[in-house]
């Protein structure tokens, strides 16, 4: 199966972690459907949303904090107001101080996923905007780990 194929076969059940989203009128574009800028949007909403639920993180004292490095997205079918959005999360891999996390986005009461993306953070210290030696800090890490898959069923 090709990697696009095997990104648009996933399902929830492929992610630990879902979180709902109820679209607003000002996410769709002219075109009626969700702008793509809104993608991102969601996806740093989910992985934040995971971060300070499950990992300690606190944004504006934690002494480390995710910095993006490299995101992207492929979209299979379009999504628009008034539908409700599930934005599915998993980790398909854990360095000594980054991670890459696979964000998909269904739509509720439909099983095709409309979207599947990659983000890619580095935790750095914020006392220097670097990566500590030591990496990410234990308890980020063990919640990391558990949305973390066999990287054998990641295309990204």
Same mark, same amino acid.
């Given at each position: !199966?090709?990697?696009?194929?095997? @990104?648009?076969?996933?399902?929830?059940?492929?992610?630990?972690?879902?979180?709902e989203?109820?679209?607003?009128?000002?996410?769709n574009?002219?075109?009626?459907h !969700?702008?793509?800028?809104i993608? #991102?949007?969601?996806?740093?909403?989910?992985?934040?949303?995971?971060?300070?639920?499950?990992?300690?993180?606190? =944004?504006? &004292?934690? =002494?480390?904090?995710? !910095?993006? %490095?490299? &995101?992207?997205? /492929?979209?299979?079918?379009?999504?628009? +107001? =008034?539908a409700?959005?599930?934005?599915a999360?998993?980790?398909?891999?854990? *360095? #000594?101080?980054?991670?890459a996390?696979?964000?998909?986005?269904?739509?509720? *009461?439909?099983?095709?996923?409309? $979207?599947?993306?990659? +983000?890619?953070? %580095?935790?750095?210290d914020? /006392?220097?905007?670097?990566p $500590? =030696?030591?990496? !990410?800090?234990?308890?980020?890490?063990? *919640?990391?780990?558990?949305? @973390?898959?066999?990287?054998?069923?990641?295309?990204?």
């Amino acid at each position: !199966m090709s990697d696009i194929n095997r @990104l648009k076969s996933r399902t929830r059940a492929d992610y630990r972690y879902i979180l709902e989203y109820r679209t607003r009128w000002s996410d769709n574009d002219m075109y009626d459907h !969700m702008n793509n800028s809104i993608y #991102n949007f969601l996806y740093d909403s989910v992985i934040n949303t995971y971060l300070m639920e499950h990992c300690g993180l606190h =944004p504006p &004292s934690s =002494p480390q904090y995710g !910095m993006v %490095v490299h &995101s992207h997205n /492929d979209y299979f079918a379009s999504i628009s +107001f =008034p539908a409700c959005a599930e934005l599915a999360l998993r980790v398909n891999r854990i *360095g #000594n101080s980054s991670v890459a996390y696979e964000i998909a986005l269904f739509e509720r *009461g439909h099983e095709p996923v409309r $979207s599947v993306g990659e +983000f890619v953070q %580095v935790f750095v210290d914020r /006392d220097t905007g670097r990566p $500590s =030696p030591k990496g !990410m800090n234990p308890e980020l890490r063990r *919640g990391l780990e558990n949305l @973390l898959v066999d990287s054998r069923t990641s295309k990204l």
